[in-house]
């Protein structure tokens, strides 16, 4: 551990933050663990973030999270950059060094691999065609995800699908691009389905997706957690499909950070989660 034993501190950072269930999470697992200590919100503007994130030494925080805008800007204030960050092309955790130097990682990847294999035991990346849909943020880590477990061919589809061109440009992997109009047919003879963009979000249209091509063997995740259940999911575990939503993602990502900043690794239980979905 290298921050006070007295009263343990973490936080996440964000512009707007006010709708993070991160705090809960942790917070929960303070207490779980009979630990002393608090994870706060903490609402930093864009022009603030370099302020705030070297503040955290001194004010004897372990670290944060970064969600948006922050988590690629931070990258460039940051002391170090891990591989897997650099890869993905933004921080989502950031661990205060014992001598006040700050590292950067993502941990997204690890919570979206590690939520399916926890509702989906027997689930493999290599089991048959994974789709992809989105090429944002959220998309690579799930990329990034997969590859690493072994995915043999992801058909990945954007809406600009030069973002996806330039994606796979700095992957390379078993990836191929295929245009916006093709999402529907591109679901022929897939394992498993990955909505990463935006849309089914509350406040968001649903994604406009013809599941009618879709085995009903394969896998359909959405990394999008607030509805819990999106319309995509719905529609997919009304025709029988076995679906795992975004949620999980969110509270696995929080177990390799306690690991850095406090030496504790955590677990997501049932009652963790659905302490979570019921504030969503
Ligand atoms: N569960 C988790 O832990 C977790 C982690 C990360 C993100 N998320 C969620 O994932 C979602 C995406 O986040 P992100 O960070 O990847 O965002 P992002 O980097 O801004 O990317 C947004 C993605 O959505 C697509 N998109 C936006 N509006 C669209 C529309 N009208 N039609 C079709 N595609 C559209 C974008 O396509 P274009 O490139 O064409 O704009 C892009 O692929 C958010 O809802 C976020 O909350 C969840």
New binding site residues.
């Given amino acids: 551990m290298n921050v006070s034993d007295d009263f343990l501190l973490a936080g996440v950072m964000g512009w707007p933050v006010s709708q993070s269930r991160s705090p809960a999470m942790h917070n929960y697992w303070m207490k779980e663990h009979g630990l002393t200590g608090s994870y706060v919100r903490l609402a930093i503007s864009p022009d603030g973030l370099q302020d705030a994130l070297r503040a955290l030494p001194s004010l004897q925080f372990a670290g944060c999270n970064l969600t948006i805008p922050h988590k690629r800007a931070a990258m460039k204030i940051v002391d170090e950059v891990d591989d897997i960050a650099r890869k993905i092309g933004a921080i989502s955790c950031v661990i205060v060094r014992r001598d006040g130097s700050l590292a950067g990682t993502n941990n997204?990847h690890y919570?979206f691999i590690e939520n399916i294999l926890d509702l989906e035991p027997n689930w493999r990346a290599d089991a048959g065609p994974i789709v992809v849909i989105?090429?944002?943020?959220?998309?690579r880590a799930v990329i990034y995800g997969l590859v690493h477990r072994g995915a043999r061919e992801i058909r990945l589809i954007?809406?600009?699908q030069a973002?996806a061109e330039a994606l796979v440009q700095e992957f390379g992997g078993p990836i191929t691009v295929l245009p916006w109009e093709d999402r529907h047919d591109a679901l022929e003879g897939a394992a498993m389905l990955v909505n990463?963009?935006?849309?089914g979000?509350i406040g968001q249209l649903p994604l406009f997706l013809e599941l009618d091509k879709l085995p009903v063997e394969a896998l359909v995740t959405d990394?999008?957690?607030i509805p819990r259940e999106t319309p995509l999911l719905e529609a997919a575990r009304a025709r029988g499909n076995r679906t795992v939503n975004?949620l999980g993602?969110?509270l696995h990502?929080g177990r390799p950070a306690w690991k850095a900043w406090f030496g504790i690794e955590p677990t997501v239980t049932p009652e963790l989660r659905a302490m979570i979905e019921a504030t969503l």
């Fill in positions: 997204d919570g989105g090429a944002g943020g959220g998309a954007n809406r600009t973002r990463t963009t935006s849309q979000m990394i999008v957690y975004g993602m969110l990502q």
